[in-house]
């Protein structure tokens, strides 16, 4: 017999601006502080990170602008679409983030949104360094390059 999970549907929002901006330096996993009817427009997929970034206030860390719209069957108990949400992470985790967070040009960018195996809405983060033009015409350069060896194997 199939047991159908709760969670089948797979919820995977990428940032993919971010790749083309900045350069990764490390990835974190956290979790997202919540309210309302959030986590249901997030298992619909309507979550967008273009524009949210994380900054640090009284030792924890926030993200700003992440646009998740509000709930359709939410009639009048739904939520702000782009109100600053707290992030969970451990305490070793911050600390370490925070004191590389301090150094002159790394920022916090949100990577992408998922449900994990319980069903758990997590962010998955990068501190990073911005690209300059110069870095980002390689990038483009390196995936045209695979574009035609790809093309030329066929």
């Keep these: 017999?199939?047991?159908?999970?709760?969670?089948?549907?797979i919820i995977n929002i990428k940032n993919k601006k971010a790749s083309y901006e900045f350069e990764f330096i490390e990835k974190f996993t956290a979790g997202l502080v919540l309210k309302g009817t959030e986590i249901k427009s997030i298992r619909e997929g309507k979550v967008s990170l273009t524009e949210a970034y994380c900054y640090f206030r009284s030792g924890e860390l926030y993200i700003k602008q992440m646009h998740i719209a509000p709930y359709s069957m939410a009639a009048s108990y739904n939520h702000?679409?782009?109100?600053e949400r707290k992030l969970l992470l451990n305490k070793k985790e911050l600390d370490k983030l925070e004191t590389k967070f301090s150094e002159k040009g790394l920022s916090i960018i949100p990577v992408r949104v998922f449900l994990n195996d319980k069903g758990l809405a997590k962010l998955e983060i990068a501190l990073a360094r911005g690209k300059k033009l110069h870095d980002k015409r390689n990038d483009i350069k390196e995936k045209d390059l695979k574009k035609e060896m790809s093309r030329l194997t066929y």
């Design 1 to 9: 017999m199939n047991k159908k999970s709760r969670f089948e549907k």
């Design 80 to 83: 702000d679409a782009v109100r």
